[in-house]
């Protein structure tokens, strides 16, 4: 199983920008979905998730301004980003619990390789 977000980029202070992360591979089912960041010297943290149902969390930090959304039958996750600032800056990355045996319903954890924020003023 392979998470390839992108979407990532500069922007200025209070612009926008789209995340995608399409999961491919050897997928029954995607439970789980979401975001992460980690800027540098911190650790990483969650910025938004979402259930196969379509219920969403999001970070305070994030909340009013980032939507998090799916499409199950496309595999993929998206987070826009609204109202950006220098706090945004950092790498994202997209995770997913994925079932891939038909014959097992274990999930095993996935993550994708990071996408680059600059929020520059």
């Known amino acids: 199983v392979q998470l390839q977000a992108s979407g990532g980029g500069q922007v200025q202070t209070g612009g926008s920008l789209r995340l995608s992360c399409a999961a491919s591979?050897?997928?029954?089912?995607?439970?789980?979905m979401g975001w992460y960041r980690q800027a540098p010297g911190k650790q990483r943290e969650l910025v938004a998730d979402i259930t196969r149902g379509g219920s969403t969390n999001y970070v305070d930090s994030v909340k009013g301004r980032f939507t998090i959304s799916r499409d199950n039958a496309r595999n993929t996750v998206y987070l826009q980003m609204n109202s950006l600032n220098h706090e945004d800056t950092a790498v994202y990355y997209c995770?997913?619990?994925?079932?891939?045996?038909?014959?097992?319903?274990?999930?095993?954890?996935?993550w994708g390789q990071g996408t680059q924020v600059t929020v520059s003023s």
């Open positions: 591979g050897s997928i029954v089912s995607i439970n789980g």
């Open positions: 995770n997913a619990d994925v079932r891939t045996r038909s014959w097992s319903f274990v999930y095993a954890n996935y």
